[in-house]
């Protein structure tokens, strides 16, 4: 693969089954150097698997994975070499201490902790006061640097994050995203899982994928542009009463509670007083229906509406 | 190599960080040579009985001192009647019950032939044998003296043909010098076993072992890992219970150490590829324990040890010739009691030799990095 070529990861075609129960249905998309790239979906979406096939411990029913231009079956060794990977769960050795699960790591990659240090330095900074304690004993977050340093060590081409923040606090989430985007800088290539629709705003580009199918790839900033619904968002003292309320009357649009409001997805016909007026009707009376800008949630739960419908239909 | 030695490095640190590491190796020999041994002494002393005299003559009472005289038996109790020494033997207050007929001096010496009657609880087959042929060895010795005084003999009379024994290898039929190789091999397969079948099996439900099959260690490097801590316990283990052994029970070390320990070496492996097979297709540690268990329960009971492997039926002999802890019970023996040497026993190697062929081939083909 020539040298200027900007692809670093692409799928084609990918298929995988569970025994008969299809996890990945051709699953085609690419990822570019340098790129940080999300792939969003709910639990079961088949984010894992897709994953696992990339990092060569799964094999694909049918379709290839090229990696910097090498087959992932074919030239695993080359991946297991350029690839750092963070699984969902928790994978280091949690008797072994902070440092000692570093250098395991190091050295069955053939290389040092210091060859490496400059790519982990932000992050093992603030892991280095704890070095002689168990990596079990380590709060969440701390969990997860360590992680993410002994993925890092070995100087990846390509960083493969599993769901890194499932489970963490804010804060933490935060900071997490912020490393990320210094790795990215830094020329490393990222693809990162998550089911937090939030985080999709912080990647370059996004996948949304749902029962194995990929149903929309593209920046956060595009797919937000290409919200076709009139979002309105409802306040009301009743949010359940009102939710089904808004059941009863499809021809509105679908509804969700997004915390104390409800988002209506409506078609662009529909004003906001006509929302008002039909909730009056079926008694709920305090409803305030204001048009709002769509985040990307709005159009992730949108996406997944119509494809679900189209599920029901089909 | 020098992945290879960081890997060991991390192995045998994890290995002695788990806090039942050390219990394992050092208390559990001690406890199972000490209280194995002692309990599975086959030697019966003390066995109780109790009689029914119908004839209460000077003959039978004779004879009755005889059994009181014996260092093996113990009278639990007289009985009145049949029924009363049947109950005793229900109750398990008695092992044996002799009976002396009415009539058995009149017989005797109107007849020169009178009977009596041994019941026996054979519960248990094995001890219900020996109080048998305990009690017909008393009363042999009283036949012997009846015919002496028939005879008028005051010298011993000798039976023209007279059996004498003598136990070869094991000369006062010292069960703890068979019980204790045959523990100390049973001890080293239990350790090497368990300790291998759980070991990938737990990287397996904790998670890392996702992250290791992603990094380009390779599937040999990661096996010899796995192995060669246990490998090194178990010869450890071995000399440890060997010591034991020699100071607490005073087995006699009669062949080669080093014979004895080259055998070992090539039987662990047998062992812990075992031990590994089963931990590449299970999950969970559990399942692994269920199928150490398995095996390990098998091996055992089938390898002679407790069960002289003569007395087995003719398919389960068979049997014994695939299970590598008859083999090792066998060699082990026959080093330490027998002093035997490599020209010896160099089937036995052949034999051992080949399991662990077969069984590192297999340990290495089931376990797999992808899926």
């Not at chain 1, 007083?273 to 009707?281: A, K, M, N, P, R």
């Not at chain 2, 001690?30 to 109790?50: G, S």
């Not at chain 2, 390779?218 to 178990?234: D, E, N, R, V």
């Not at chain 2, 080949?354 to 990095?369: N, P």
Request: glycine fraction near 6%; include cysteine; aromatic fraction near 12%.
């Amino acid at each position: 693969m020539a040298e200027g070529d900007p692809i670093m990861v692409s799928f084609e075609n990918i298929s995988k089954s569970y025994d008969k129960n299809p996890a990945l249905k051709e699953v085609s998309f690419s990822v570019e150097k340098s790129e940080l790239f999300g792939l969003i979906g709910p639990d079961g979406a088949g984010k894992s698997t897709l994953f696992r096939i990339l990092t060569t411990v799964l094999l694909p029913d049918s379709g290839r994975v090229l990696f910097d231009g090498e087959d992932v079956v074919k030239d695993y060794q080359y991946v297991r070499n350029q690839v750092g990977y963070m699984p969902g769960k928790f994978s280091l050795y949690q008797d072994l201490s902070v440092r000692e699960n570093l250098e395991f790591f190091a050295t069955i990659f053939n290389t040092s902790i210091a060859a490496n240090y400059d790519l982990i330095h932000d992050i093992y900074e603030q892991l280095e006061p704890f070095e002689t304690r168990r990596a079990g004993a380590l709060s969440g977050g701390m969990k997860q640097k360590l992680a993410l340093s002994c993925a890092l060590i070995h100087k990846p081409k390509v960083l493969v994050l599993d769901e890194p923040t499932f489970g963490v606090d804010a804060v933490s989430r935060k900071e997490f995203w912020e490393m990320l985007k210094t790795l990215k800088e830094k020329g490393v290539t990222i693809l990162v899982s998550t089911p937090y629709m939030d985080e999709a705003a912080l990647c370059d580009r996004v996948a949304l994928i749902q029962k194995g199918n990929i149903l929309k790839i593209d920046t956060p900033r595009r797919i937000i542009d290409q919200f076709d619904k009139t979002l309105f968002k409802i306040r009301s003292s009743q949010i359940y009463k009102t939710i089904l309320a808004l059941e009863k009357l499809p021809h509105l649009g679908t509804a969700y509670s997004f915390g104390q409001e409800i988002h209506l997805y409506a078609s662009k016909d529909i004003e906001a007083t006509d929302v008002e007026s039909q909730l009056l009707e079926v008694g709920i009376a305090d409803a305030e229906v204001k048009p709002g800008m769509a985040n990307i949630e709005d159009c992730f739960m949108n996406l997944m509406v119509a494809e679900n419908m189209e599920d029901h239909v089909g | 190599m020098r992945v290879l030695f960081y890997i060991l490095q991390k192995e045998f640190l994890q290995i002695f960080r788990n806090k039942a590491m050390l219990p394992i190796i050092f208390v559990l020999p001690i406890v199972q040579m000490v209280i194995l041994t002692f309990a599975a002494d086959f030697e019966l002393d003390h066995i109780t009985y109790t009689y029914v005299d119908s004839d209460l003559s000077a003959t039978s009472k004779r004879l009755l001192a005889k059994f009181e005289d014996s260092p093996y038996f113990q009278l639990s109790r007289t009985s009145d009647d049949f029924k009363d020494g049947m109950e005793a033997l229900d109750q398990n207050e008695a092992t044996l019950m002799l009976r002396i007929p009415q009539g058995f001096s009149h017989d005797l010496q109107k007849e020169k032939k009178a009977m009596i009657m041994l019941d026996v609880n054979s519960i248990d087959g094995q001890a219900a044998t020996l109080s048998f042929s305990y009690a017909t060895g008393i009363i042999s010795m009283y036949n012997k003296e009846i015919i002496m005084e028939w005879n008028g003999l005051a010298r011993e009379v000798s039976l023209p043909v007279e059996t004498r024994v003598r136990y070869w290898f094991n000369e006062e039929m010292e069960y703890k010098n068979l019980m204790v190789p045959g523990i100390l091999a049973l001890l080293i397969t239990m350790v090497g076993m368990f300790l291998s079948a759980m070991n990938i099996v737990r990287e397996k439900e904790i998670g890392t072992i996702e992250q290791i099959n992603v990094t380009p260690i390779s599937k040999t490097h990661f096996l010899i890992g796995k192995m060669f801590p246990f490998w090194i316990i178990a010869l450890f283990e071995l000399g440890f219970g060997l010591t034991i052994g020699r100071l607490i029970f005073e087995i006699p070390l009669n062949g080669s150490i080093p014979l004895l320990f080259a055998y070992s070496a090539i039987y662990m492996l047998v062992v812990l590829g075992i031990g590994l097979w089963i931990s590449s297709f299970t999950d969970t540690q559990q399942q692994a324990m269920f199928m150490a268990w398995f095996f390990i329960v098998i091996f055992i009971l089938m390898s002679g040890l407790f069960t002289p492997i003569e007395n087995m039926p003719q398919w389960a002999q068979a049997l014994t010739y695939i299970n590598p802890v008859a083999y090792y019970i066998k060699v082990v023996r026959a080093i330490l009691l027998k002093g035997s040497n490599f020209y010896d026993l160099q089937f036995d190697f052949l034999v051992i030799t080949i399991f662990a062929a077969v069984m590192m081939g297999l340990a290495l083909l089931s376990y797999r990095k992808r899926g």
